[in-house]
């Protein structure tokens, strides 16, 4: 799907990165093509979970120069592990959208967001099951989403190296909790999460 030839007006295309980890925040991106893309560009963008990492890096790199040429824009919100805590990933997830929407340099007439899960956003929205292999918008959304938030996993790693974050990004692997059991939960652990609770209840004195 095309949507700057919809004639559906201005169409932001919006998609997530990091429901499943234990760790780390959940990013979304908000994406507008003011133009069509051209062949290169397009040939890059697919649904981010289908891509390798140097693929990703690739499209992303290909995405932010043809915003800075003026034929795209787009925005990154997040939510950090505690408000996915407080709040829960659902929700937090909402919030990341909204704030990558309210990020956007201009109000799109429409919303296509990846999935069945609507978000209250000041727009118009419309669920795509399956959006980021069928929207170009949401797949390009993907794929910045994705890159941010492997990059902010990758400076958590930094700091917190026993995790393995550098690999796992957050996500329950079997290093990733025997690490959590065997040292406790960090301040980028998401608590409402099970083995995550398991930790922070077993630190507890008594």
Request: charge should be positive; charged fraction near 20%.
């Amino acid at each position: 799907m095309l949507e700057t030839a919809s004639g559906m007006g201005i169409v932001a295309g919006i998609d997530e990165a990091g429901c499943g980890p234990l760790a780390g925040p959940v990013v979304a991106a908000a994406l507008v093509f003011l133009e069509k893309p051209d062949a290169r560009l397009a040939a890059l963008i697919d649904d981010s979970k289908r891509l390798s990492p140097a693929r990703r890096e690739a499209a992303f790199a290909a995405l932010a120069e043809t915003r800075r040429d003026g034929r795209l824009a787009f925005a990154a919100g997040a939510a950090s592990a505690a408000e996915i805590g407080r709040l829960n990933i659902r929700r937090a997830t909402h919030l990341a959208m909204a704030r990558a929407l309210a990020r956007l340099p201009l109000v799109p007439d429409l919303v296509l967001v990846d999935g069945n899960s609507r978000p209250p956003l000041p727009v118009k929205v419309r669920c795509i099951v399956g959006g980021d292999r069928t929207s170009l918008s949401i797949a390009a959304a993907s794929i910045i989403a994705k890159v941010l938030r492997d990059r902010a996993m990758l400076r958590l790693a930094a700091r917190y190296p026993a995790y393995g974050w550098e690999a796992n990004r957050g996500y329950p692997t079997p290093s990733h909790r025997a690490a959590l059991a065997r040292i406790g939960a960090t301040p980028h652990h998401r608590s409402g999460f099970a083995p995550v609770d398991l930790a922070i209840a077993s630190a507890r004195p008594g």
